[in-house]
């Protein structure tokens, strides 16, 4: 007997799902229409994209047992999962906000979900199929669902058969499969029965199956042509367990660090009304005390290098008479050599030039290495090297310019001082 729970979205509601069983619950698109404003054209169809949203009333998420699909805004969404024991007694309220993508209004219901239990929860045999050519929301429906299990029932031969769960393949680690051949995600089926399972079920677990199974091979199963001809299933994939035999495993904790905070339950947020904080304090922390080292470091600093200085005069105090000698005379002597190199005229080496006859006007052209000896020649060519050269008469100093001329010759090729005064008297 089919014991899923099928409801359709009316309004606010209450359902009353059961503790191990499926639970479906389809929000249908033609119930939230009524709620829009229709099309502006009276008697054009009503056909408005309409998608939905559903969270656990104060939360952004739904219950983590509760699921929810829907591949189009142009179709139905399906809420669908399997409530656990630990969930009885207390009502979830899921909101329901549809969303006009045309006219972008809301629309929004509550649904109620009052889990009950059950003495048949668990069922001790639970096998599980992987359905290939099934997508989720197809085997969701009511019609298709039953069909399985009654093709389940024909096989297993139960009392009593639930559908425990329903999971898509892509939540199990599946591909996407390719828009080709009309490929299907696939679907696990989970299914409960109270008696053993049948010789058929059994099968897959024979060594030839197996050897089949691991050289991705399908195995031979007696029973597969009773699902064949509306669902194929995998056989090497499908899960038998037997609950009474399944060894319950106690896992300890391990005792927290001292780094590891300890439990203190639920997050409780500050409340709205907050009490005002002084700043003040922080900001004389923050910015005073560092300006106040800087202001110290900087009058020591300044000490240091304008209040400590010794100074010209101290200087000249402890320095010899003869090393300041020695010192402006050398700044004498250099201030001397920098006024004399700024008023000097630098004119181009003769060799670079021509030379010009001032009486004939011929133009003699300059020595150039490749006619020469280059060996002997000095790197400044002057007017004496040339072979062409012409003289030019000078004028004839006379009176004291012409002895202090002739002092300044003799003086400069070293003769005594007094031989130079006769000689520049002489002449």
């Not at 202001?295 to 400590?308: A, P």
């Not at 000095?378 to 004291?400: A, V």
């Amino acid at each position: 007997m089919l014991v899923t729970i099928l409801s359709r979205s009316h309004g606010d509601r209450n359902v009353y799902p059961s503790a191990g069983v499926l639970f479906v619950h389809v929000l249908e698109r033609e119930h939230f229409k009524g709620e829009f404003p229709p099309y502006p054209k009276s008697g054009d169809a009503s056909n408005d994209p309409i998608t939905f949203n559903t969270n656990l009333m104060g939360y952004p998420d739904r219950p983590g047992w509760l699921r929810y699909i829907q591949r189009t805004p142009y179709g139905d969404g399906v809420l669908y999962g399997s409530p656990t024991p630990e969930h009885v007694g207390r009502p979830t309220v899921i909101e329901i906000t549809a969303y006009n993508r045309r006219t972008f209004e809301t629309a929004r219901h509550n649904l109620v979900i009052n889990i009950m239990a059950t003495e048949e929860f668990p069922l001790p045999y639970q096998a599980e199929f992987y359905i290939k050519n099934m997508n989720v929301e197809e085997m969701l429906v009511s019609e298709v669902l039953g069909d399985f299990l009654g093709a389940v029932k024909n096989v297993w031969q139960p009392e009593r058969l639930n559908a425990i769960n329903i999971t898509s393949a892509l939540d199990r680690g599946g591909r996407v499969p390719l828009p080709i051949n009309n490929l299907k995600e696939g679907v696990y089926v989970m299914v409960g029965a109270d008696v053993p399972f049948s010789s058929c079920l059994r099968e897959v677990e024979s060594p030839h199956n197996q050897l089949r199974c691991s050289q991705e091979m399908e195995p031979a199963i007696s029973c597969d042509k009773k699902f064949r001809a509306q669902f194929h299933i995998d056989w090497c994939k499908i899960s038998l367990v037997d609950i009474n035999k399944v060894v319950p495993v106690y896992i300890t904790r391990p005792d927290p660090g001292t780094g590891i905070l300890p439990d203190f339950g639920e997050y409780n947020p500050p409340s709205e009304s907050l009490k005002s904080r002084d700043y003040f304090s922080d900001f004389l922390v923050t910015m005073a005390i560092p300006s106040a080292v800087a202001l110290v470091l900087f009058f020591i600093l300044g000490h240091i290098m304008c209040c400590r200085r010794e100074g010209v005069e101290k200087r000249n105090m402890q320095t010899s008479d003869i090393q300041l000698v020695h010192h402006s005379a050398i700044q004498k002597s250099t201030k001397e050599l920098r006024s004399m190199s700024k008023n000097r005229e630098i004119s181009w080496p003769l060799s670079t030039l021509p030379v010009f006859n001032p009486v004939s006007g011929e133009v003699v052209p300059p020595i150039h290495p490749d006619n020469y000896e280059t060996t002997s020649m000095p790197l400044m060519q002057t007017q004496s090297n040339l072979q062409n050269q012409i003289t030019i008469p000078q004028p004839r100093p006379s009176g004291d310019n012409y002895v202090m001329s002739t002092f300044r010759r003799l003086e400069v090729n070293g003769i005594p001082e007094e031989r130079k005064v006769a000689e520049a008297l002489n002449l």
